[in-house]
């Protein structure tokens, strides 16, 4: 196992994201002003959207969503910081056993005419984030969708791409990884410290045979 981030180049990784949403929001000058999420103002109803939210999903996206709150302020986004389960959407459900564990969806607000940023952990084949995609849109029609990763693993299967990314690890990248390694990035209080580690083929392996 080789550790690529913890401790303060983990907190970093985490500023990087948010100084990347922060200049997004800036630039489009739909900031909400007030901090309020309540109002038809600040909803985005009514008035063509426009406003912000911030959606995790889980198991760690979502802590990494409101560690982004905390550190840019939840009124950056109306107050509006959801949290999404994919179990239910994901491709491979078949394949993670009979009685998968689903979680809840907590979006307490209307996602249409929002500029929705979704944050996840790892992005790798890009399966992950279809499912979420589809099921925020069975819940609205967002203004558009900005996706948000600590880190790009590279493999993807399918045409999806970040907006902010902290750590690439995409091939040519300065950390590029090894054929068959696997990312994991590791969050309190899920995980017992924060961390990016990766495992490479034969530990794998290893480990399945243990």
Same mark, same amino acid.
């Given at each position: 196992?080789?550790?690529?981030?913890?401790?303060?180049?983990?907190?970093?990784? /985490?500023?990087?994201?948010?100084?990347? /949403?922060?200049?997004?929001? @800036?630039?489009?000058?739909?900031?909400?002003?007030? %901090?309020? %999420?309540?109002?038809?103002?600040?909803?985005? #109803?009514?008035?063509? %959207?426009? %406003? $912000?939210?911030?959606?995790?999903?889980?198991?760690?996206?979502?802590?990494?969503? *409101?560690?982004?709150?905390?550190?840019?302020?939840?009124?950056?986004?109306?107050?509006?910081?959801?949290?999404?389960?994919?179990?239910?959407?994901?491709?491979?459900?078949?394949?993670?056993?009979? *009685?998968?564990?689903?979680?809840?969806?907590?979006?307490?607000?209307? /996602?249409?005419?929002?500029?929705?940023? +979704? /944050?996840?952990?790892?992005?790798?084949?890009?399966?992950?984030?279809?499912?979420? +995609?589809?099921?925020?849109?069975? +819940?609205?029609?967002?203004?558009?969708? $900005? +996706?948000?990763?600590?880190?790009?693993?590279?493999?993807?299967?399918?045409?999806?791409?970040?907006?902010?990314?902290?750590?690439?690890?995409?091939?040519?990248? !300065?950390?590029?990884? #090894?054929?068959?390694?696997?990312? *994991?990035?590791?969050? !309190?209080?899920?995980?017992?410290?924060?961390?990016?580690?990766?495992?490479?083929?034969? #530990?794998?392996?290893? @480990?399945?045979?243990?």
């Amino acid at each position: 196992m080789r550790v690529l981030a913890d401790g303060d180049r983990f907190s970093k990784l /985490i500023d990087s994201l948010c100084s990347g /949403i922060d200049d997004a929001i @800036a630039f489009s000058g739909d900031s909400d002003k007030s %901090g309020g %999420g309540n109002t038809e103002e600040n909803s985005g #109803e009514g008035s063509g %959207g426009g %406003g $912000w939210a911030l959606v995790g999903v889980r198991s760690r996206g979502d802590v990494l969503a *409101q560690r982004i709150a905390d550190r840019l302020g939840a009124q950056r986004f109306g107050g509006r910081i959801g949290t999404l389960d994919i179990t239910l959407y994901r491709d491979d459900l078949s394949e993670i056993g009979h *009685q998968p564990v689903v979680r809840t969806t907590e979006i307490d607000f209307a /996602i249409d005419g929002l500029n929705v940023v +979704l /944050i996840d952990d790892v992005l790798m084949t890009g399966r992950s984030i279809r499912a979420a +995609l589809q099921s925020l849109m069975d +819940l609205g029609r967002p203004r558009r969708v $900005w +996706l948000g990763v600590l880190v790009d693993r590279g493999g993807r299967e399918l045409p999806i791409a970040p907006d902010f990314v902290s750590l690439d690890l995409t091939e040519g990248a !300065t950390d590029e990884l #090894e054929p068959g390694a696997k990312v *994991q990035v590791m969050v !309190t209080p899920t995980d017992a410290k924060d961390a990016v580690v990766v495992f490479d083929e034969g #530990e794998r392996k290893g @480990a399945k045979r243990g």
